[in-house]
């Protein structure tokens, strides 16, 4: 009977793997359909005279006096992009753990569903966005709705086998990859038909609807609900501060506060890992949105040369993860995470001095390998912590700390003036990392 009940539950664990796999593709298609556009959308607005966009420039050119930024076009573009980047991670940041906590009080399922439904709104906005308000709206509501990743996180953490946890994180990295590999590539593929018009971004945002619809159905027919009968969670969402501050988030309070509190070692753990978590993803953020600036201003990259670097960055990571990092056995994660960490530091030089474009593609190399195994590897360990009815706060208040570091990162990145000096002081925060990863987690 135990062995029947085991094969029982390994099935429905593949099954929702596979739902989860493929309703999260469907997500971070319509969100990176952007990417490669993103520049160009930019410089089309700044053309436009609307009075949102001169008043956020005048914000970035206050922000740009304030850090000693040369006044130069190129280095407007990536300063008013990382602001509109910062503002979409810091919304992620405020509705990620309170996403998470109402999920572990009404289910995932319902929540999931609403958060397509928003983002799929945004999309529609960014659609018919004829004035940069309308653009900056569609963002805003994103930001807002942007909870599948937790949620889905949360619905693999809800597996009861850690093995199954660890293979589920992993294909939640593959597809990562896989929407990171197609959805600059189309997103670029279907701004070209239009690409003479003001209107450029229509036929991507269209398909970035399409793609919410889909998943919206998807899900609605084919996920099942994850969340134990009986193991709904209240008093994680009654103290609203605990999902909102900062310190309060560091430190997993909203865990303490409920019946089934985690030990103080997990405590412990928790918080080290979610330090990790952040910090890495702080400077991980910093390279990963200037990358679009930096190679449209260095090496010239049309949206299609852009599609096509982030097609090299997502096929290395789809590689590596399907064929190495699922296969990490329960217990090696720390250890992996840590060389991982330590390859960014190679990458970050070679992406930072690169004069050529073999130098920019191996720094590339190493920066997907980091992101290929650093984070689904992080949320597999956080997953194991906390009980059935906390697991979509703990996922939540993770991607809120990740958030929190998007939007900081990119802000601190695009504010360096002296490229060497900020090379440095990435790699030897990178250094600090490693050394705290190894004291302080197991």
Known sequence: MAGDKTTS??????????????ALLLDLLGFTLILPLLPSILDHYSQTGDGVYQSLQSVVDWFRGAVGVPMETKYNSVLFGGLIGSLYSLLQFLSSPITGALSDKYGRKPLLLLTTVGLMASYVLWAFS?????????????????GNVSLCTAI??????????????????VAFSLGFTLGP?????FALSLKDT?????????LAVLFSLADLLFIFFMLPETLQKGASESSG?????DLLYPVALFNFTALTRTKNAPSEQKMLNLKALGLVYFSYLFLFSGLEFTLSFL?????QFSSMQQGKMFFFIGITM???QGGYARRIKPGHQIQTVSVAIISLIPAFLLVGIAWNLILLYSGLFLYSFAAAIVVPCLSTQVSGHGSASQKGTVMGILRSLGALARALGPTVASSGKKKKKLIIYNCRKIKKLFVFMLTNTN
């Open 9 to 22: 539950e390994d099935v429905r664990s593949s099954r929702v793997i596979r739902v989860v796999f493929l």
């Open 130 to 146: 004829h004035s940069f308000t309308i653009f900056l709206l569609s963002r805003v509501v994103g930001g807002i709705c942007k």
């Open 156 to 173: 693999v953490a809800d597996l009861p086998c850690p093995k199954a946890r660890n293979k589920g994180m992993a294909m939640i990295g």
């Open 185 to 189: 590539l189309m997103g670029a593929y």
């Open 198 to 206: 003001e209107v450029f971004y229509q036929g991507p945002a269209l």
């Open 237 to 241: 969402i009654q103290h609203s501060g």
């Open 295 to 299: 190679t449209h201003q260095r090496f």
């Open 318 to 320: 789809a590689v590596i």
